[in-house]
């Protein structure tokens, strides 16, 4: 599951803008307090009216639905965007939509059933206007199409139970739980000093300026508000806000040798008042730059297998990749799926000095912000701290409500993009460890493990870009993460030395018991990640962790030259280069 620094919308997704929205603090108060009356009304009105009349009324003995629901996103959102010292865009939008549920069936067996579960939802976009009349009949259409692809879906269901070999896993295809009731605050509108961040952004990109050899620079600046409502015929009621803002600094270059390189960094808060200062900002980007300067000529790396160390970030990412998608609920049941941990319960999978949780309950770790928090999943289910790992030994898994053998209820973590249908999904997996060592202590150890082994150095990965698992069965069970900040640590006392195209590969069982401990503080991975029910935001905190062999390779080489022409205007390369190295 590809797992990527930047971040998307919580339920919707904004096209290039169509219609201008006014954001004006006067009058926030008492629209949104009605836009929230509206919109819930209309939509537990129209549910109650669907459930009790559809497969219930004419002739047609059409089943009834058991379940019906609709989750509803009202977002508005800010994005201002700078490159090379100069705005690229700026943009203002606006968007509602829905998703409806329809369940056919019981919860033993329904139209969700296998390779069935994404027709349980139909999507739809809203009107923008509180028109009770117009959203309701939206709202009508969409359901009586998803109530027919359910039927349909469900009379293949019931053939293909009578016709396939009996499955492993025989549990319900939905899981019975009681409903939730939590009225919050509707977001407010985004209202920001929209020219002074014009200013902000178009500064940022112009740090860029003075480094020879970055070729494309992107600033990003957003700012989304967005409220959920979710209601069904079980009788939950919800309105959740989310506010988020982020800015993101990306630059890019290419080595000689035709490698393209990039560094990142995001930036993340509730509002954006708790985003770094322009200076610490600048200092970033300036910091960027100086990297890709010296990443561009170092040496390329060569196949490695041997002892390394991964700052806090990168352990983040190979935790979020290596473990946490293998304790998916979803991913226990199924023909196709690995079950690489479905009968460890109880079990060690890690050192006894490892614990492991996923808390979205959890809105901060150390004054950084976590993305992956929320109070409620896109199942209508209270989020909840989930002990995935104690002591070494697997305890649960992360469940939505699609039940699996020995754990029939969902531990709020069903999460989805709009448009999909929720699965069980990682929000905010924190590692924990009781064998925690200093920098010096971790770095000795790892030179000492290496003359060991007879290696003539260790690794180090400073940071991390992204990551992938293959957890299905038609495919290796291996994983692959990308390191954007690698450097040789020698064991003869020589300088480290940075090198680039690393990227680690492995498989999850043997990579898991090759720890040998951990660093004394933690570190924090925003960003988002994407699977079968779509992209979701997530976060990831790991402390650095030593590792007693880890296996690296080349990344793909590239083939196209750098500019034939240098920067128009670009400084002399020496003094950048110099700072960098």
């Known amino acids: 599951m590809p797992l990527r620094i930047a971040r998307t919308l919580r339920r919707s997704h904004f096209a290039k803008p169509a219609l201008a929205l006014l954001l004006l603090a ?56 700078a490159q090379f010292g100069a705005l690229v865009g700026s943009n203002v939008n606006r968007i509602r939509t829905a998703d409806i549920q329809v369940r056919v069936g019981s919860p033993a067996l329904d139209n969700a059933h296998g390779d069935h579960r994404d027709s349980t939802v139909n999507s739809i976009q809203l009107p923008l206007t509180d028109d009770r009349e117009a959203i309701a009949r939206s709202l009508w259409l969409a359901t009586n199409s998803g109530y027919g692809n359910a039927i349909d879906n469900y009379l293949r269901v019931k053939t293909e139970a009578q016709v396939r070999a009996k499955e492993e896993d025989t549990s319900p295809d939905f899981s019975r739980q009681a409903p939730q009731v939590a009225i919050g605050k509707p977001a407010p509108p985004v209202v920001i000093d929209r020219a002074a961040w014009e200013q902000r952004m178009a500064a940022l990109s112009r740090v860029f300026r003075q480094f020879p050899h970055v070729y494309q620079n992107l600033v990003s600046f957003s700012v989304q508000n967005e409220t959920d409502y979710f209601v069904s015929s079980e009788g939950s ?13 990306l630059a890019l270059t290419r080595a000689d040798d035709g490698m393209d390189l990039f560094r990142d960094q995001t930036f993340e808060a509730e509002t954006p008042d708790g985003l770094p200062s322009q200076a610490e900002l600048e200092a970033a980007a300036r910091t960027l730059g100086q990297s890709l300067e010296a990443l561009r000529t170092a040496p390329v790396t060569q196949p490695f297998d041997g002892p390394a160390i991964l700052s806090g970030r990168a352990a983040a990412v190979f935790f979020h990749e290596v473990l946490g998608h293998r304790l998916e609920g979803q991913r226990q049941r199924g023909d196709q799926e690995g079950q690489t941990f479905t009968k460890d319960i109880g079990k060690d999978i890690l050192p006894s000095f490892l614990s492991v949780a996923d808390d979205p309950t959890r809105t901060t770790f150390q004054h950084t912000w976590l993305s992956g928090s929320y109070a409620y999943d896109d199942e209508g289910q ?69 003359r060991r082994q007879g290696k003539p150095y260790g690794l180090y990965f400073e940071d991390i870009s992204s990551g992938f ?63 079968e029910s779509g992209t979701v935001p997530v976060s990831a905190v790991a402390p650095a962790m030593l590792v007693s062999e880890i296996e690296t390779q080349r990344q ?15 400084p002399a390369a020496a003094p950048a280069l110099k700072e960098a190295q």
Not at 406 to 433: D, K, M
Not at 469 to 495: C, E, H, K, M, W
């Open 26 to 81: 006067s009058c926030a108060l008492r629209t949104h307090a009605q836009q929230a009356s509206v919109l819930l009304d209309a939509s537990s009105d129209e549910l109650h009216r669907a459930f009790t009349s559809l497969g219930r009324q004419g002739d047609d003995k059409l089943p009834p639905p058991y379940f019906l629901s609709y989750s509803i996103a009202d977002a508005s959102a800010v994005s201002i965007r």
């Open 469 to 531: 698992a293959v957890t299905t069965r038609n495919s290796p069970q291996a994983f692959q993460v990308i390191p954007l900040v690698v450097y040789r640590v020698y064991v003869d006392g020589r300088p480290d030395e940075l090198v680039r195209g690393v990227s680690i590969v492995g498989t999850p069982l043997a990579a898991l018991k090759r720890i040998l401990a951990t660093g004394d503080h933690s570190e924090v991975f925003n960003g988002e990640c994407g699977a």
């Open 237 to 249: 009621r919800i309105v959740e806000p989310h506010l988020q803002a982020r800015i993101v600094i």
């Open 382 to 450: 209270k989020a909840q701290r989930v002990e995935l790992i104690q002591d070494g030994v697997l305890k649960t898994f992360l469940m939505s409500r699609l039940p699996i053998a020995s754990f029939s209820a969902s531990n709020g973590h069903g999460r989805a993009e709009a448009g999909r249908v929720p699965t069980g999904r990682q929000g905010n997996l924190i590692v924990t460890s009781t064998k925690t060592e200093s920098e010096a202590q971790l770095r000795k150890q790892l030179i000492d493990e290496a």
């Open 556 to 570: 793909p080489q590239g083939t196209a030259r750098p500019p034939i022409l240098p920067i128009p205007g670009a």
